[in-house]
């Protein structure tokens, strides 16, 4: 059984440019959250997809925007880069309201 | 939506040593998750545990949803349990700040 698995690992992007991350949630998860994590922080709330519809919302931009597709795996954009989104972004799955499972992560450079 | 804090910040051991990380909650809760953050940044499930105590070898967790806190204990810890412990509230995405362990041989 495959778990999360996100797309590209490693990604360097210069800044206006626009960026699509990919995950593919572990089977039988209908639930796609996504995360931002800056280095030496915590984890931070992008958005939640459930149904192909975005569920919840943290506090980030409408630059970015996200996609869930019929077999539940999903993708985040991220328009006009600023150095600022340097990050590594994470992917989780669950049932809803369930454990949450997580993939490796992409990791993006904006120069 | 809920805060979660998590405490010590920084902890050093040497091998051998035990450990207790805690996280703290500003309302009570239904579910929470442990998580270990590897050095290459994945995030490895340690616990889901709503209430109650549960063992999993070394690690063992214990959370008081009433009084809104949880614990992660840590036994006998080798160098390989370093790096950073994350507690996670799933149900309002919120994640605290993270503990970061250094285990020292």
């Known amino acids: 059984d495959a778990g999360v698995t996100q797309s590209p690992t490693h990604l360097i992007k210069t800044r206006g440019q626009q960026v699509t991350l990919r995950c593919s949630p572990k089977?039988?998860?209908?639930?796609v959250s996504w995360y931002q994590q800056a280095l030496g922080q915590g984890p931070q709330f992008i958005f939640q997809?459930?149904?192909?519809?975005?569920?919840q919302r943290g506090n980030f931009p409408d630059r970015f925007s996200g996609h869930q597709f019929p077999n539940y795996s999903s993708e985040l954009n991220v328009n006009a880069l600023l150095l600022g989104d340097s990050a590594l972004y994470l992917c989780?799955?669950?049932?809803?309201?369930?454990?949450?499972?997580f993939g490796e992560g992409s990791r993006l450079t904006v120069l | 939506g809920i805060q979660v804090e998590q405490s010590p910040p920084d902890l050093i051991l040497q091998e051998g040593a035990n450990s207790t990380l805690r996280c703290n909650f500003s309302?009570?809760?239904?579910?929470l998750q442990w998580f270990h953050q590897n050095p290459w940044g994945q995030l490895i499930n340690l616990f889901y545990?709503?209430?109650g105590t549960k063992q999993n070898g070394r690690l063992s967790a214990t959370t008081v949803a009433t009084e809104r806190y949880s614990l992660l204990y840590i036994s006998s810890s080798q160098t390989t349990d370093s790096g950073v412990y994350f507690c996670?509230?799933?149900?309002?995405?919120?994640f605290g700040a993270g503990t970061r362990l250094t285990v020292k041989p």
């Open positions: 989780a799955s669950s049932v809803t309201g369930g454990e949450l499972f």
């Open positions: 089977s039988g998860h209908d639930t």
């Open positions: 997809y459930y149904e192909e519809e975005e569920r």
């Open positions: 309302d009570s809760v239904n579910n």
């Open positions: 545990i709503p209430s």
């Open positions: 996670a509230y799933p149900k309002d995405m919120r």
